[in-house]
């Protein structure tokens, strides 16, 4: 039965049919010149996307995986490490990191807020006091299960003057919002294929500083799958030191292709766009918004349903009735959400579709809601920020 | 250029047309009934071919993930392993170990020879001597980089018998030749998706026993990504704990379904017969087979070029000149051997194929080969096996 889905959960995202196709072709060797290039070139393109002249390490894995090299590649059993956690992925990250060891001490943030840089500079200083010095900060980007967009700029800030580690998880983040790996110091970071990039899951992308290879030569924590070091050296010789997940690879080039045509600002333009737009058909309806207006993510928005709709049935009506897949909350939050994602290769008349079915959706459980309602809204939304948009470049006349 | 290669390394290998497709159907969720019903169905395949009642689960990773799963899950640092290696995978899964902690001897058998089922009897006696007992035993099924079967059935026998944990690497030996995990008594197995499975690589399996579980139980050794018990509890729910390269087990799926029609005894005699076909293709050209005649594995034949031609400048040649992918030599067999994938989607065709490419690129060395010389022999051996498969059973008339 031909049931296309918009398929809008915060990863794996839609991916372009020019992208499958490309994932489709025949298969290679992983060890001749074919893939050298491909390892290359994706290599390269990352590194423009990623804003780092550092290494961008390909791992065979989903992002965990990656946190997980994050992790063992840069610290010791016993190292202090502070981890602000703000949603699911903080507390994964937090976990990840205890399964190794680590001297781990977890800053929560109430979910839908953001992680503020005052609390990191206020924990970091109380740590000074003291007797052993913190090793390393682990702080989420993008924290999915909440759509809240972390001020990584100015955390940043804060961890460099701290002169500390700073592993970041932008799984989700990446390529959806700013994020300058050099130009901020960040010294860990990991993304993966799934999410903005628009390409199918397994590949973790991981970038090193030079920082975190000093630390990695201290590292005494077992390695071996995920000893970035292998990958390092592999990749000098165009490979990857295990068989890699080549036709995600071959996915990714041709995703990272598209997304060059369109421009890294562009990128980043359309998801903040649609995102605001994303957030005033939701809150048309008469939803309420999870997140911190201020902080909320351009890749996914948590909302709560009407007080009588549990969060499952809405979800389970807007797939079967509407071919609309949404997110339900996770961890703490599993039951109380629902969580549209709007990330990668997103365009306005996915927005509108998911919004349609929502509305439909809330008429099936006798919801006081016009048919347009939110679409409207975000129409309006969307349309004012492209007058913006084109009121800031001098006109063509 | 329409330059149609025939991909005869040992894995990735050859991915049927229609295996390609499925892995370019739309996205889906992994977190929604079509994935869990797809993982189920993979599952439930895999635990067919693998002729086991046991845990089946799959890992986005390589092989040597898989690998490294199996280490983590069962092992603590410190315990007394024993690990027999006649090749570089067999190195590879030793060197994992170590990286673990692990109080790992190994046992080195030559290259080109097979471990011997007393070899393992003795070493396991010897141990007892000593006064710590050994927790585990691991061996590779199929060594990829020489081209021999271990006897992996005998083997477990001793294994058994000495009532120890029992870790093979089958990456390259599952699908292609004989593997009876629950008869056999192998407690942890590791096979990988782009091997004889004939799917793109991405996907790690790995069998898991009660023997094996209950050694979790006991295992500190730390684990996050890779943590099995993740797997089996996610699997009860139809998902994984992360995001898995689910495009990769759609793909198996696929692979699963065109295996199925084949048959996995009709499947071990293709590649017992095409595996003979090439060495006897291969020795009628003058070149010398690498591995013992008697344990001559059924995935992959070892060989040594002529001797004034350069094993890279042959593979070259190849590649370059006659669209043939073959593989070198691997850790300190590097330079010296010459080595041809059969696993897999393999069929008489490819290896009339990589013998006529041999042949003609042998002549561009200069080589005294006539045009057919490897092919007759090849077609002579493969004509024996058919006459002799149907003397086998009753006549149709």
């Not at 390393?136 to 804060?158: C, D, Q, R, W």
């Not at 999410?195 to 590949?203: D, M, S």
């Not at 990749?235 to 030191?241: D, F, I, N």
Request: with cysteine; net charge neutral.
């Amino acid at each position: 039965m031909y049931r296309p889905q918009n398929l809008r959960v915060p990863g794996p995202t839609f991916v372009p049919q020019a992208v499958l196709a490309a994932s489709a072709r025949p298969m290679i060797n992983h060890r001749g010149p074919e893939f050298a290039a491909l390892l290359a070139g994706v290599t390269r393109a990352l590194q423009d996307f990623l804003r780092t002249q550092g290494d961008v390490l390909l791992l065979t894995s989903s992002g965990s995986g990656g946190m997980e090299a994050a992790i063992a590649n840069t610290l010791c059993a016993g190292d202090r490490v502070l981890s602000f956690s703000n949603g699911a992925f903080g507390e994964r990250f937090a976990a990840i990191a205890k399964a190794y060891g680590v001297d781990l001490r977890r800053i929560d943030v109430p979910y839908g807020r953001a992680i503020e840089p005052d609390l990191v500079r206020d924990e970091l200083a109380r740590e000074k006091a003291g007797k052993d010095g913190v090793r390393a900060v682990i702080v989420t980007h993008n924290e999915t299960s909440t759509g809240i967009l972390n001020p990584l700029k100015e955390i940043s800030a804060v961890v460099r003057e701290a002169d500390k580690l700073l592993i970041v998880d932008s799984v989700s983040g990446a390529g959806a919002a700013e994020l300058e790996i050099d130009a901020w110091g960040i010294d860990v970071c990991i993304t993966a294929s799934q999410k903005a990039w628009g390409a199918p899951p397994g590949i973790a992308m991981v970038t090193m500083s030079e920082r975190a290879w000093k630390a990695y030569e201290r590292s005494t924590l077992p390695k071996a799958y995920f000893d970035l070091m292998s990958y390092k050296t592999s990749l000098e010789k165009g490979q990857t030191p295990a068989t890699p997940a080549n036709t995600v690879v071959i996915a990714l080039q041709e995703a990272l292709r598209l997304m060059a045509e369109e421009g890294l600002d562009a990128i980043l333009r359309r998801h903040r766009d649609l995102a605001r737009a994303t957030r005033r058909g939701i809150a048309a309806l008469g939803l309420s918004l999870f997140a911190d207006e201020a902080h909320a993510s351009p890749a996914v928005t948590a909302f709560r349903p009407p007080a009588r709709v549990e969060p499952r049935n809405l979800i389970r009506v807007l797939r079967d009735d509407y071919n609309t897949i949404i997110a339900p909350g996770q961890g703490k939050m599993d039951g109380q959400l629902c969580r549209v994602g709007h990330l990668g290769f997103v365009t306005l008349t996915d927005i509108v579709a998911f919004l349609s079915a929502l509305e439909l959706a809330l008429r099936d459980f006798n919801q006081p809601v016009e048919p347009g309602q939110g679409i409207a809204a975000a129409l309006r939304a969307y349309g004012e920020q492209q007058q913006l948009a084109k009121a800031a470049v001098p006109s063509r006349r």
